[in-house]
């Protein structure tokens, strides 16, 4: 029996390329700068009123001022605008998916008369700016007797802009799927909806993920619909709830940097925790150039 001689193979080194260290370095630059704002909000938000505005700034307070974080629950009802935006943050998210993921299979799936017209029809509403409708939405709004309560801000965004952003994602996302998933279920007896519940959403994990994380970020940072729809303080949301700490005698800093440190936080958890599915869905769905 013949044994082939062993051939010793170079170690394989990295090497980087004169254009890939300066395609890092500009990245690093810029991540450095988007960060600024944060470190400084972080730092202001643990300052001394006096220590804000100071030349040369100071990055590190001294000492550190955690009572900012104890005078903004007593200064506003935090607690209660975080309440507000999380369960109408839920609920929008919750919806749009919904909403998008049935509509979205139709689109992609249910041939019907002027399916395509439709379709268009939708996409050419998001080129409508929402400042536009915003108008005739809170007249009907009135009408209805829904201002000052949390219905507008949940159905709103459901059946408008997002919603339809929502039906191109889920749409490009099952124009992707292979066909005969669905011809053999229709041979075993399986209805559209069966189809859609137990075969098709479950395979759009990556992009339901990517939708409901662009709708929860979305919903979260929404200040222009409750600013329209809500007077009442107790059903104010986080954004708005913010700017109650800006009056004509000025701004408190202090507290409104510990507040909106508190209200980022969600959203850095929401997005290091799914930033895979997140990539994953981009890439999958059709956004990614």
Known sequence: MKTEPMVATPSVRLRLRPGTIVHYAILTVVAFVMMLPFVWMLSTSLKEPSDIFVFPPTWIPSPFRWDN??????????????????????????????????????FARIPFAGRNIVFLTLLSSMMIPHEATSIPMFLFMRELGFLNTHFPLVVIPIFGAGGVFGVFVMRQFFLSLPK??????????????????????????????????????????????????????????????????TDEAGTDWHLLMSASVMATLPLLLVFFFAQRQFMEGVAMTGLKD
Do not use: H, K
Not at 71 to 77: C, I, K, N, Y
Not at 231 to 237: A, C, G, H, I
């Open 180 to 245: 005969d998933l669905e011809e053999a279920a229709m041979i075993d007896g399986c209805t559209r909806f069966g189809i859609y519940r137990r075969i098709m959403l479950p395979l759009a994990g990556p992009a339901v993920s990517t939708l409901t994380i662009f709708t929860f970020l979305t919903c979260w940072n929404e200040f222009y619909d409750p600013l329209i729809f809500v007077n009442s303080r107790e059903l104010m949301t986080l954004p708005l709830g913010l700017s109650l700490f």
């Open 69 to 106: 974080y104890a005078e903004v629950l007593q200064a506003v009802p935090f607690g209660r605008f975080y309440f507000n935006s999380v369960y109408i943050a839920a609920l929008v998210t919750a919806g749009t998916v919904l909403f998008a993921s049935l509509s979205g299979y139709a």
